[in-house]
């Protein structure tokens, strides 16, 4: 299987310092994703939706439910990085949700609908984050290490990247 239809902007790569100028880019990916991620899925047929973006992939319907999902879960880390003392965050089999049957068969408009609104919330929130905020952490118990928030804010934004790449690509490999 080829990685660049696994990863088509790359895999995610940390960087080593973050500065404000690359949070301002990688919070305006975030803010950005919802109305990207609209644009691309509503010019997609029903065919098109379960269609998997690479063999053995998910289709785009599973990808956008698998956004909001996710980016739910990176919230709640968040509000929890910042109410508590590197709290232990809950991992889940992002796998296994993607087989459920809101993922098989529910329409992307309510996925839509809840990143339009959790990003919103989200944004505002990261926006108002200080120095010492970014610096909070979490503990991700499959990694076995402490995620400051900062690093969370590239990943995401690499994540929002990530997807809407794939969603793009399908354009590329469906014929009639």
């Not at 994703?33 to 644009?39: A, N, S, V």
């Not at 809101?102 to 992307?108: C, F, Q, T």
Request: net charge negative; proline share 5%; with cysteine.
């Amino acid at each position: 299987m080829s990685t660049a239809l696994q990863y088509p902007i790359g895999k995610f790569k940390a960087s080593e310092k973050i500065d404000t100028i690359h949070l301002r880019h990688f919070i305006q990916d975030i803010e950005d994703f919802p109305k990207l991620l609209k644009q691309e899925v509503e010019q997609l047929t029903e065919i098109e939706l379960d269609t998997p973006y690479r063999p053995g992939g998910w289709t785009i319907r599973q990808v956008v439910h698998h956004c909001a999902d996710s980016h739910m879960n990176s919230f709640i880390r968040f509000k929890l990085a910042l109410t508590e003392e590197n709290p232990h965050i809950k991992p889940y089999l992002e796998h296994l949700w993607a087989e459920s049957v809101d993922y098989l068969e529910m329409p992307v408009s309510f996925s839509l609908s809840i990143l339009e609104g959790l990003h919103a919330r989200w944004v505002f929130l990261l926006k108002s984050l200080t120095e010492k905020d970014l610096k909070r952490t979490f503990y991700h118990p499959e990694k076995q290490e402490e995620i400051p928030l900062d690093k969370t804010i590239a990943l995401y934004s690499w994540h929002c990247r990530h997807h809407l790449a794939h969603v793009q690509s399908i354009r590329k490999k469906v014929t009639y």
